[in-house]
């Protein structure tokens, strides 16, 4: 699948990645990437973001979006390993409900919500996919930087808005696009890649790898709008108190550009 090698950075979150080579859209092909990256190595190199982060220096305690989730019916789109759920059934959320495309990763959320005392309906399957999953029927349904990772962005936000009740609430983060166009360097920014550049590629991250496309912040929006949504929030300010005292290179850029995304959207 490989074609031509570019330079890539920060790929994920604050990672930093050398050359990546451009790959064609095959679903099926980058599902299997995907997937094979969470089942073996994926919380070792990229990390687990769960609420209350919804990234890099973005925080659910900062800016309550959900509000008060008690009684609520709740889905998470790429639950990984439960954390986030668990953070919603600490909070008294009625039913909890995870999807994931890694069994290993479901296996862990399953583990890890059995030990906090809490259950939920985990489902493994890609996010574009018919699952089972109830239709008309949820109050919130959210994703912390797993949305990205979707090969039909369109549909995803389609069957998303058929998962939740009319004036029911869509929540997801993700990496900013400017973010992963730009990399520090000799206390300044360069940028490394076209922003309007939302061709696949791949990346290797030692004996495992992953497939990505970086689209821009008018693909969500209009993918939310086409899906029927209406945007009602969307966060892209790094929040000052997570960033006090933090003096990492990193923490340097986010005091200069967003390097977190977070939309919320309500179904009309």
Not at 99 to 111: C, G, L, N, T, Y
Not at 185 to 211: N, R
Request: with cysteine.
């Amino acid at each position: 699948m490989g074609k031509n090698s570019v330079s890539r950075t920060n790929i994920i979150g604050a990672g930093e990645v050398g050359s990546a080579a451009s790959v064609d859209m095959d679903k099926g092909s980058i599902h299997q990437t995907n997937k094979s990256l969470w089942d073996t190595k994926g919380n070792e190199i990229i990390g687990n973001t769960a609420l209350p982060l919804y990234g890099s220096f973005v925080s659910e305690e900062k800016c309550q979006l959900f509000g008060n989730v008690s009684g609520k019916k709740l889905l998470e789109i790429g639950c990984g390993t439960g954390h986030s759920l668990q953070y919603h059934g600490e909070r008294n959320a009625s039913e909890l409900w995870g999807m994931d495309i890694s069994d290993k990763q479901i296996d862990k959320a399953d583990q890890h919500l059995k030990a906090c005392g809490l259950s939920a309906k985990l489902i493994c399957s890609p996010m574009e996919e018919e699952c089972g999953i109830p239709v008309d029927y949820f109050d919130f349904v959210y994703s912390v930087y797993a949305i990205g990772w979707t090969t039909d962005l369109e549909g995803t936000f389609s069957r998303i808005a058929s998962y939740l009740k009319k004036d029911g609430v869509f929540i997801f983060s993700w990496s900013h696009p400017i973010h992963k166009c730009v990399a520090a360097e000799d206390d300044g920014l360069t940028f490394k890649k076209c922003y309007f550049d939302e061709s696949w590629y791949s990346v290797s991250l030692g004996d495992a790898a992953l497939a990505l496309s970086d689209r821009k912040l008018s693909t969500y929006v209009n993918a939310l709008a086409q899906a029927g949504f209406v945007i009602e929030q969307m966060i892209e300010e790094s929040d000052d108190d997570l960033l006090q005292n933090d003096n990492s290179d990193f923490a340097k850029k986010a005091r200069m550009l967003p390097v977190s995304v977070v939309f919320k959207a309500r179904k009309r």
